[in-house]
């Protein structure tokens, strides 16, 4: 992928979704037109790629003020556990649960326009001739995938949301209801079941792109979802086994020996998916947020092993590791160096930074442009151990919890093996092996459905609180279409 040509789709994606920008929220005007479009077969790869750029994004702000789906805190972290101000702070209302539909409310524009393009593509490939059928079937695959993690991320942050499939290609933008959260999973699993269908291998071509891997990597993630919060029970869990287990199955998949290169070297055998950054060729990552800068850290005697940035358009000091996510972690994890390292002032510590992401040190600043990660390897494995004691299955679900307990050099687990213990345990291990990579607040949720904690009195900043778990609609969204309902509680 290259500058030019992101810019061009970019623009692409930007004139063909003015009409989604509205959509389901807003006037009934569209600007869409397709009269340009899919004129070759050829046009169709280069349209999905440009989808994948929602997912992307910036940390701030992206292409066309697209904020990355899959490189934003604020609905995956800022509302657990995992982070607290450092030298400055730039958390939303999530972070402190006060949240209300003018305040910190989910505003899903950029969600729809992803939408919209899907629904648009796949609406004019079905149709068209291909030479090659095998290019046809992958770039339907993906769209389907893309379109299945779009909808898995509004039900992760609203529950109930509007189902819409239909291609939009003039000015009758529907003002849909939004759909019980069981109906827009079965959905996802309707787009995964047929995409698993149509992918021509299972191989990973790129770590970049959704694969067979990646969408029943999906699959697995929805269907543990469907299980705990949507009261989906044993059924739910055996669906997610056996999709996990198909992704156990592909060639080139594995742990990396070294935790350190999990998620700075690009592109490895651990990873399933993940959102492409490079310096030259994105905006930053989320880590801005996290690194620290030159001048707010002066006087610190181990300055050399913190991951600074010279300029604060680079880092930005605001985030660092909390003394509960630190407090899961044994003294000789071999996880810690490249999860935290503390800044200390002579013999005195004071902030404990982030080195999970540590961007590249070039010769004039670091940048933050590792690769965001969406799956990888033992991410699947934690799944496995948390499908396997949702049925009551404890002894595998502990094999599998100890794939990534051994590579970090803390040991099989030898606790208790009763099922609460063993998902408590498996909820603080996905604490450890996935902090910072945007997926504790799910995590939470989940666990908190299925019965394994009580999150209101887990995380510090809920506790006396009764903030509802999913986000309320903003007012504008409400205010624009009289067929949507504010979330339940607000």
């Known amino acids: ?61 992206g292409p066309q003020n697209i904020t990355g789906i899959a490189n934003n805190l604020t609905y995956g972290t800022e509302r657990g556990e995992e982070l607290i101000s450092a030298l400055n702070s730039r958390f939303t209302q999530a972070w402190t649960h006060n949240i209300t539909p003018t305040t910190g409310a989910f ?70 209801p939004r759909s019980e959260a ?31 891997a990646a969408a029943q990597t999906l699959k697995a993630d929805a ?49 399933i998916l993940a959102a492409y950054f490079n310096r030259d060729e994105s905006f930053n990552n989320y880590a801005i947020n996290a690194l620290p800068y030159l001048t707010g850290i ?18 930005q000091g605001a985030y660092q590791i909390s003394p509960k996510s630190k407090a899961l972690f044994a003294g000789d994890d071999k996880r810690i160096p490249f999860t935290w390292v503390t800044e200390r002032h002579g013999a005195t510590p004071k902030i404990s930074w982030i080195t999970k992401l540590p961007g590249t040190k070039y010769a004039d600043d670091r940048v933050p442009d590792n690769d965001i990660i969406m799956y990888r390897l033992g991410e699947v494995f934690l799944m496995a151990a948390e499908a396997y004691a949702g049925i009551s299955n404890t002894t595998k ?17 030898t606790g208790a093996a009763d099922k609460l213990s063993v998902e408590k345990e498996i909820l603080d291990e996905r604490g450890r092996e996935l ?38 609609l903003a007012a504008n969204v409400l205010a624009n279409n009289g067929q949507l309902e504010q979330t339940d509680g607000y």
């Open 1 to 61: 992928m290259n500058k030019l040509f992101l810019l061009t789709i970019s623009c692409w994606l930007l004139i063909i979704g003015t009409g989604c920008e509205k959509l389901l929220e807003a006037k009934t005007e569209s600007s869409i037109t397709d009269a340009d479009y899919f004129q070759n077969e050829s046009d169709f790869d280069p349209y999905v790629v440009g989808i994948y750029m929602y997912l992307r994004g910036s940390a701030r702000t």
């Open 107 to 176: 505003d899903y524009t950029n969600w729809y326009k992803a939408i919209g393009n899907c629904n648009l593509l796949l609406s004019k490939i079905e149709t068209f001739p291909f030479t090659n059928e095998n290019t046809k079937k992958k770039v339907i695959a993906e769209a389907l995938s893309l379109r299945a993690y779009l909808y898995f991320s509004l039900v992760r942050i609203i529950g109930d949301a509007p189902l819409m499939l239909q291609a939009i290609t003039d000015e009758n933008v529907p003002r849909l």
């Open 182 to 212: 069981t109906e827009v999973i079965k959905q996802i699993i309707t787009d995964l079941d047929r995409a698993i269908s149509l992918f021509p291998e299972k191989a990973i071509t790129s770590r970049y792109r959704f694969s067979y």
């Open 223 to 271: 269907k543990l979802w469907s299980a705990k919060v949507l009261a989906g029970g044993a059924s739910d869990f055996n669906d997610a086994i056996a999709a996990l287990a198909e992704v156990e199955k592909i060639s080139g998949l594995s742990l990396r020996t070294d935790f350190r290169e999990v998620t700075t070297s690009r592109a490895n055998s651990e990873i």
């Open 298 to 315: 002066t006087g610190a005697t181990n300055l050399d092993s913190l991951p600074y940035c010279i300029t604060t358009s680079n880092g």
């Open 397 to 413: 679900a502990i094999e599998y919890l100890n794939k990534t307990r051994n590579r970090a050099g803390i040991g099989d687990y």
């Open 435 to 472: 902090f910072f990579e945007n997926k504790r607040w799910y995590d939470l949720v989940r666990f908190h459905k299925g019965g394994t904690i009580d999150v209101y009195n887990y995380v510090p900043n809920l506790v006396g609180k009764t903030t509802p778990l999913f986000w309320p």
